[in-house]
């Protein structure tokens, strides 16, 4: 059995576009999966905060006001990881889409150039 250049490159192009396939669906699983069981955003500690420059210099004296201050600092570093959080799953999940627009029909159309090269 000789193998010639012409269904090497067929063989070759199969192997690698079969690979990106598989890179993608294995993609698109982890992006499937992260959507319903997402990591729990960061949240900084009291302690992490209140050891900020910002609070360290301000005047604050009050518990209350720190207290609070402290709240919706966490509650913004919250939901800016909750945001990209989303931008990151919707970016992984393209990315993993195109590559298997892309790589599967020229897998498809160079599997078929070999299936006619065995007959």
């Known amino acids: 059995m ?9 063989y070759a192009v199969c192997f690698v576009t079969l690979i990106m396939c598989i890179f993608a669906i294995t993609g698109l699983v982890n992006t499937i999966a992260d959507m319903f069981f997402p990591y ?12 900020n420059p910002k609070v360290l210099e ?18 913004m570093i919250k939901e800016r990881e909750t945001q990209q959080k989303r931008h990151q799953i919707a970016r992984d999940f393209s990315r993993s889409i195109s590559f298997l627009l892309v790589a599967f029909p020229i897998y498809l159309y160079h599997w078929r150039r070999v299936i006619k090269f065995e007959s």
């Open 40 to 51: 729990p955003p960061y949240t900084p500690s009291k302690i992490e905060l209140l050891k």
């Open 58 to 75: 301000s005047d604050i004296s009050d518990n209350q006001k720190i207290q609070q201050w402290v709240e919706e600092e966490q509650q």
């Open 2 to 10: 000789s193998f010639k250049i012409r269904e090497f490159y067929y």
